[in-house]
């Protein structure tokens, strides 16, 4: 195997070196979009040459117009015949992986037709495939609340490498971050969060129940790290990722130390005084944001209990107050539940959403 290069410049040699002449030459002035979004790590940024162990080879997806669907097959079969076995020392043949359903591992071959991954689709199937949403239709407040924030990093993340129509980059700016309302939503049921089990994180640890505070603590310092990508308007990756995109957050050195500390404290006391440096660090963070009155950023005590804490549902709250979308007000008098990301960790949910939205829509109704 050759030396490991990142799949975003290595596709983007593919199609310009391999795929675009050949489409010009047989296909000429062919309107399409030409990008690498969607799954794989590499879309993210963060493959490795581990990551060339499975779903990794030259590909990139073609988009078509609905009117030039019917030359995909037309497409795909040229480029079976035109393209190399090989790129950058790279297999660009691939093959089902023998035990595992919807994986494809590279394969070396020298001769017959190239199994290449030149995956040709229109914008609209791409949308309805990884999102269940009709493209041509505006996104409503319960559409993006039903969107896990990791496939929407998928979506606007990786490399446009060619787009002559401008429907792909017009996807991906509608996508780019939520509506205002929605985003406020989200703070606030991330807030809410935090309040709900702030304060049950020492209760554990003050009967003895290390092992239990700990687990509150490690389930807080998820809702921290959340709450940094919301307040940054960055879509959190999935969870391989989740830690590896907070390291790239402006505020990611100055929380780590505590969220270590949290995670690795052999007491409550010190688990507890660790998670409030990070809440107040947090709450100045909202206050730089301007979006509501400022909030004391010290910590209190929680109803005379001997346990100190941010008071995340005040904050809450005063985030919730200045919602004014009528929709996005509706469902957050409701309850602070918060989108799909807030009160679902379940891989099936988050990775394949598009099976499940039509009935997690129906939770906001």
């Given amino acids: 195997m050759p030396t490991f290069m990142p799949a975003l410049e290595l596709n983007r040699r593919f199609y310009t070196e391999l795929v675009r002449p050949a489409l010009d030459h047989y296909f000429p002035n062919l309107p399409h979009a030409a990008a690498l979004i969607g799954y794989g790590s590499e879309v993210l940024g963060f493959d490795t040459e581990m990551s060339t162990d499975h779903n990794w080879f030259p590909r990139v997806f073609l988009f078509l117009r609905d009117e030039e669907l019917e030359l995909a097959s037309p497409i795909k079969e040229m480029l079976s015949r035109e393209l190399p076995h090989e790129f950058l020392g790279f297999p660009v043949d691939s093959i089902p992986a023998p035990d595992d359903p919807g994986t494809r591992l590279m394969k070396r071959k020298s001769k017959g037709l190239v199994d290449h991954q030149v995956v040709l689709t229109t914008l609209h199937d791409f949308a309805l495939e990884n999102l269940a949403w009709d493209s041509s239709s505006p996104l409503s407040p319960v559409d993006w609340l039903t969107f896990p924030s990791q496939v929407l990093r998928t979506m606007t993340a990786g490399s446009v490498y060619f787009d002559n129509v401008g429907e792909l980059s017009r996807f991906r700016e509608n996508l780019a971050w939520y509506p205002h309302d929605v985003w406020l939503y989200l703070m606030a049921s991330t807030w809410d969060r935090i309040g709900q089990e702030e304060h049950l994180m020492p209760r554990a640890g003050f009967i003895g129940d290390e092992l239990g505070s700990t687990l509150i603590g490690s389930q807080l310092v998820r809702d921290v790290m959340s709450l940094c990508f919301l307040m940054v308007k960055q879509y959190a990756p999935y969870p391989k990722w989740f830690g590896s995109g907070f ?102 949910l988050r990775s394949n959403v598009a099976r499940w939205r039509l009935a997690l829509k129906k939770l906001y109704d």
């Fill in 247 to 348: 390291k790239l957050l402006a505020c990611a050195e100055d929380l780590t130390p505590n969220m270590w500390r949290v995670q690795q404290a052999k007491s409550w006391q010190a688990r507890e005084i660790a998670l409030n440096s990070a809440c107040e660090l947090l709450v100045r963070m909202h206050n730089a944001l301007g979006i509501t009155d400022r909030l004391p950023d010290k910590v209190s005590a929680f109803h005379g209990r001997p346990f100190k804490i941010i008071h995340g549902d005040i904050i809450a709250g005063a985030i919730a107050r200045c919602i004014t979308n009528p929709e996005v007000r509706r469902i957050s008098e409701k309850g602070l539940i918060g989108g799909l990301d807030q009160f679902s960790d379940n891989s099936e």
